[in-house]
């Protein structure tokens, strides 16, 4: 945990601070604007740049062609007509909206042979960070910091065109910064692989190495005349950025130097041993459990029809990924002595804080007392946790949670106010779009499975009244039905919230009587009247955890006051550097940093949903048609470096010490799961697309010249 960062790194120190130049070159998720402090250890591994070449709030710099794409993850900005690259599973969503069963582009892939034939993404944004500006003197522990807050935010947003500014909290609320972005909101798809090469190797090569996936996809930021953001119009033009990465063909060899900026969302590495254990060995093997259980039945409908395929694609993709996240940390924590590491620590830091009387009045608690409000109240955290996933894990729930609000403005009168009807107006208006991944066959199936798991594995004072009295009691079950199946029945066969065609026949002469006898209100009611209860206490104990942490923050700052600690990931953008490398994992198992196209032929299994190569791919692969995209007559495909990156970071360049793309990062590996909780120094790897396969698939499988010549290479 002695871990790194700069916070006070006033310009008038800098010369000072410099000496301590982190001792870990591969840990930290650094903010930009401290990359002075970097910049001679980074020269020393192989960078040939400064820290103004990659953050500068006045001239053009690598920072200005980053994006947070979407705000879930990162893409890069490629080309003077502001094409972006980013992963294929950063754009499956949009890809699989666009997509329908007769153009089918998550299937089939999709290539724009011009500018007229991109297709815009309805909703999707990008943003490119400004600058940003530690105001922790201005916020903190002041009188009504939300107005400081608000102002501070509204001032930035006046500064240029398209700019919207944000104060986030870093370092559990010991600092704040403001973000100030410039957002882009009509982007359209260019281009993407077929999904049997965005997503190859599926959900069983997912957080694995060795890798062969292509995992890339094409989009384009539009812009009005003036070159600033504006909202879509077909009139728009393409982006002139004031930076593009230049692509390198060089390739990557073992220690070479490698950065990587982008957008990482959330890690926890400050967490004491308490926390982290009761997070991997309780709390994610019962929460995997449960999705386990809806992924199960979702995939059964999935594999069998193409259309629900397409509607569910995106929400079972990244549930399905959360999911074998939690079990990657409950497996890479049994091999990690990560936790045993943090309690010695811990144990330092308490004879730290007993060895003098003011610091055992403020310190000396501390590490007992998170314990305790960890452990607080586990029976309650597990109803929680299976309230989220399994009660309110169906659509139909989901859905009848938007009328909540609605619900409780309603009261008890016949009437229904003016703003409810409002509310009920943007429903109606949104109910295409809300119903559009709406199947009601499969999430019945969902929702009697969750109904069923739920009341197996809960006590049943947890339960809501509706089960041990109330509608589910009642409902009289066919021979062969067991009581879930009836109820569900019931409630899928009436509820409004179950069927478009009932909820549009509602909101077309909205009823509060009728809503008020809905079975699925009743559900959902009886839902939330739990929840709340459950949500109470846990939000209670939440909030004396993270003053506690507030606290010890500080205090191992006080503790370890040279070294130099990054904050926690919280969607900012920073930066992280390292090199390309190889890993040991588990006994007797060395994995090679680089992967080659054979290992697409070894692994393809023909007409299977994960392994298929299709026909074209593997005739260019037989025939070695590589091209200038060769190393020695090898096709390269994905690779690993020491990079520190996590969830959100998806798609970030990787960057050469020249300042080139040689990589878009997409994966970490199963031996460092645990990493979000606790870098993992020997086996923590990031996985990414080597640059030259996705140049050799944009020319050679797509045939896309347009593209490539759009591309500043460089050989
Ligand atoms: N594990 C990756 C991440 O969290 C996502 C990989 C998506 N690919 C897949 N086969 N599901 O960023």
Redesign the pocket.
Known sequence: MNTVFLRKALPIIFGALFLFSPAKADEGMWLPLYLKQLEGKMQQMGSKLTADDIYNVNKASIKDAIVSFGGF?TGEIVSSKGLVFT???CG?DAIAELSTTQNNWLRDGFWAASHDKELHVEGLSVKILVRMEDVTAKVKGVDGKDAIIKKLKEEAAKEGPGYEAEVKSFYYDNEYYLLVYQVFKDIRLVGTPPESVG?F???T???MWPRH?G?FSIFRIYVDANNNPAEYSPNNKPYTPKHSLPISLKGVQKGDFSFIMGFPGRTQRYLTSDAVRKTVFTDYPMMANVMEKKLNVQKSFMDKDEAIKLQLASDY??F???W??FLGNVYAAKTSDFIEKKEQFEKEFTAWANADESRKAKYGNLVADMKKAVEADPANDKVMSYLNFSLFGSQMVGYAVKYYQAAMMMGDGDTIPEPVMGMLAANKESLDKDFKNYNAKVDRAVFSTMLDLFMSDIPKESWPELLTKGDYTKVKAKKGQSRTEAYTDMLYSKSIFADKGRMKAWLDKPSAKTFRADPGYSFLQAVISVYMTSAGKNSAADKAYDELMKTYMAAIREFKPNDMFYPDANFTLRLTYGSIMPYDGRDAISYNHITSYKGILEKEVPGDL?FDVPAKLKNLLVTKDFGRYAENGDLKVNFLSNNDIT?G??GSPVINGEGHLIGIA???NWDSMVGDLSFQKKVQRTISVDIRYVLWFIEKYAGAQNIIDELKIVS
């Open positions: 993850c992963n294929h599973h499956y997503k190797g599926g959900d090569d997912n957080w996936t995992d993709a990244s399905a990924n959360t074998k996240y994960e969830g970071n998806s997409f994966d970490g």
